[in-house]
Structures are given as C-alpha cells and as structure tokens.
C-alpha cells in the first residue's frame, strides 16, 4: 500500500489509496465519492451561515412527502444533483426532493456505471433551531445497460446491492463517513485547508452500547412487543448492562453518528396509525442499514433484514431499528415471543 509520508490522509487519497489495492477498477467511485465531498462543502458553507442570512425558513413550496421546503433543502438538492449531473462517474440520481428519478441525458452520464440516491437535508426542521443536520446517499450499479437512460429499476434495487452508502453530519464539526465492503471510514472537514482528512479509520459499532433512540412521545401507538423492550431499555442498571440513557434528537443522522460509534440503537417504530413508520427505505435506511452491518451492527425493519428488503417505489417508508448488534438481539427476542 502506497504510504503518503502524511499523517493525515484526505478524502481523495484515501479514495486513490483504496483504488491501488484494486489495478482494474475505474476510479469511477472515487470520483463520485469526491463529487460528493465537495458538494458537501459547498452545503456546509450554507449551513454554517444558516442563522445570518435569508436562507432560513420556508422556501414556499411543499416537496412530494407534503413537507414545507426549507431553502436549505433546496440549495442542498441543487448542490448534490449539480455535481453528480455534471460529473462523470453518475447515470441518473433519486432525490427526497424530486417525485420520480431523474436520468442524466448526456453521452457521459449515461456512459456512467453508477446511480446514487440521497437524501439533500435529513431533518431540515432542525435548521432553525441550530441542531445538527445531515445529508445522506447510497450508490448502486445500475442494472440497465450503460450508454442509455437509467430506468426505475436502476433505483429499486434492495439495500444489499449497494456498491457505498455514507452520510454528511453538519455539526460541531462537518464529517462524511462512508461505507463500502471493505469497511466505514469517517473524514473530518478541515476548514483550514478545505479537505475531508481521515479522522475515523475503520469504524466498528460495539455489539452492546448503553444509549438508546426513540420518540416516547409515540410510546403510546407503538405494537406491545415495542413498549415492552422499551420498558427493559428503562429497567436495566448495573446488573445488566446498564443503566441506559436516552438519546434523541429528532434528527437520524446525528442520533445514528452517536450510536454508530458509542454503541447504541435507534428506533423509528411503526405506529398505530401509520404502521410503515416515517423513514424512507431507499435514501435514509437503506443506506444507514449498510453502514451499521458493515461496522459490525444489524438493522431490520421489526420482521427482516432492511437490505433484503425489495423496494416496490421510491419513497416508501419502513419501519427502522439499527445498531449494536447486541441490543437488537434483545429486541427481536421481545419482536419474535409467541
Ligand atoms: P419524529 C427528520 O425529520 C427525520 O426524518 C429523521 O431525521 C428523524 O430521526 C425523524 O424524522 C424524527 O421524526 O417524528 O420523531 O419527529
């Protein structure tokens, strides 16, 4: 392995660092991991200025979940799309933002092996309030042949076919974490030069933590088995494994990022009346679902395995239980008893 006579590795040597272990691959996901990083740039520029210019509130229109667009979320959406459209490692992308996937028209794009799917701005109602956001995408083969439009198919592919799935959390620091097979690495924005330099090599989610995710405020409209680990997460102190804290912040990225590396779970139930829970299965589960397992977490959505799950239309929903491997072995014995 190529050693850079640096003690810091940034986001494009790594990625070139990655791609040497690999003679015959492309670079084409390099690219597009770099594509990325640097739209994630531009949005932490935004981001960090949030609260002193005109791009708080509502940007005055309603995007397909029925949600007040946030101006941040629209400059985000453009950011991302901007660079993978006019990149040259992406075929096509799907957006929170945009009702249907939108194929790129150019002989490069379509020459592209690649689509990627993302999230622009998960918990964007955090914005004004100064919590920290995120932005979240997952990347697949496309399954259609290259050199044509991307079709709905590219999109619909379960979880397990992703070639990387990572996120960008805008918080006290910016960081983008990434997973392929090989492993999760995190990468922390350092202003002073403006690169993404190598913080977190080789994240692994221990197998027990003591923080758990929720929002009580639904206890209430969640199954029994639910309530029940959730009145264990409560009773458990020193004896065993405990005692636990609750953690959540209405925001999964940053919830998840804690979990990830404290250990931890984190929980969006279905409810009672809306069983197929809130989180989107393509562009926010789906990816965090390849994150946690491939740092040695589970993720499942109360019955199976996320990444197994066979998507029917971009953005449906699913319920969504992720972390410590141990703690969700606890779950599903509450989920699994007669
Ligand atoms: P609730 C943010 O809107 C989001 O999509 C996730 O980031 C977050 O975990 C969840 O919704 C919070 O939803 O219903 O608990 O406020």
């Not at 998960?122 to 399954?143: A, E, K, L, Q």
């Amino acid at each position: 392995m190529l050693a850079i006579n640096r003690k810091v590795l940034t986001l494009d040597e790594f990625t070139i660092q990655q791609l040497r272990d690999f003679p015959n691959a492309t670079g084409e996901l390099s690219t597009l991991l770099r594509d990325i990083g640097l739209a994630a740039k531009r949005v932490n520029v935004e981001v960090n200025k949030a609260g002193l210019v005109d791009i708080l509130g509502d940007a005055g229109s309603i995007n397909v979940q029925g949600e007040d667009v946030k101006k941040l979320d629209v400059f985000a959406n453009n950011q991302f799309t901007g660079v993978l459209k006019h990149g040259i490692s992406c075929a096509g992308i799907a957006s929170e933002e945009f009702d249907d996937h939108i194929p790129f028209d150019d002989a490069i794009s379509q020459n592209s092996k690649y689509i990627c799917l993302f999230d622009p701005l998960d918990g964007s109602s955090n914005i004004d309030v100064n919590i920290s956001i995120g932005t979240i995408f997952s990347v697949y083969r496309r399954v259609s042949e290259k050199g044509e439009k991307v079709v709905i198919n590219d999109f619909l592919q379960p979880g397990i076919k992703q070639v990387a799935a990572g996120y960008i959390i805008y918080g006290s620091s910016t960081m983008l974490v990434y997973a392929t097979r090989r492993g999760v690495n995190g990468f922390t924005l350092d202003p002073s030069i403006g690169e993404f330099c190598l913080s977190h090599p080789n994240i692994k989610c221990p197998e027990f933590g003591k923080i758990y995710s929720v929002n009580h405020g639904n206890f209430f409209r969640y199954t029994k088995p639910v309530q029940k680990y959730i009145d264990t997460c409560q009773k458990k102190d020193e004896n065993n494994g405990g005692p636990y804290s609750q953690r959540y912040i209405g925001s999964m990225v940053a919830d998840l990022h804690r979990n990830l590396l404290k250990g931890g779970i984190f929980m969006y139930p279905g409810t009672t009346d809306k069983p197929g829970g809130k989180l989107r299965l393509l562009y926010e589960c789906n990816p965090f679902a390849f994150i946690v397992e491939v740092a040695g977490g589970k993720a499942i959505d109360g019955i199976r395995r996320i990444l197994d799950i066979q998507p029917s239309s971009l953005h449906q929903r699913t319920p969504f239980f992720a972390g410590s491997k141990g703690m969700i072995g606890e779950l599903e014995d509450f989920l699994t008893a007669k």
